[in-house]
């Protein structure tokens, strides 16, 4: 699995507007929590999934990415990497799919990279959003 190249990042990053992210905790001293309130402090539309959550960042959280009905640009996920075929399978199976799985830093997995692109979905994995963002600006 290659990710793609710095300025395709950055072209993602800079074309993209709704986040949907798959574990972000409603606890403030998490990492998720920290770098979704920077993403959306950027103009992002974040949607956090946390079924464990009702509500993160002043949103209404929803259960999994199936009770998603707008579109998503990225799927951004702070699960252990053994967790991401099955959210792969869960983004390709969303009524419009999104364009990026994003697995954030430390999480990769061939698998779900592979359901991933089958799907249509460029995949980033291994790498922090917000510190992809803020090489951008």
């Known amino acids: 699995m290659e990710n793609p190249t710095q300025q395709k990042i950055a072209e993602i990053l800079n074309e993209s507007k709704t986040i949907a992210v798959v574990g972000l905790s409603d606890n403030p001293s998490r990492t998720s929590y920290q770098v979704s309130k920077v993403m959306q402090q ?25 009770d998603i009905e707008d579109p998503v640009d990225i799927v951004n996920v702070f699960r252990r990497s053994e967790h991401l075929p099955s959210i792969a399978e869960a983004a390709a199976e969303m009524e419009i799919t999104p364009n990026v799985f994003w697995g954030q830093l430390g999480l990769k997995n061939e698998e779900a990279c592979r359901i991933a692109e089958n799907a249509g979905m460029t995949v980033i994995m291994d790498k922090c959003i917000k510190v992809e963002h803020s090489m951008i600006k």
């Open 42 to 66: 950027s103009g992002y539309h974040i949607i956090p999934v946390n079924p464990n959550a009702s509500e993160v960042l002043g949103i209404k959280s929803v259960p999994s990415l199936k």
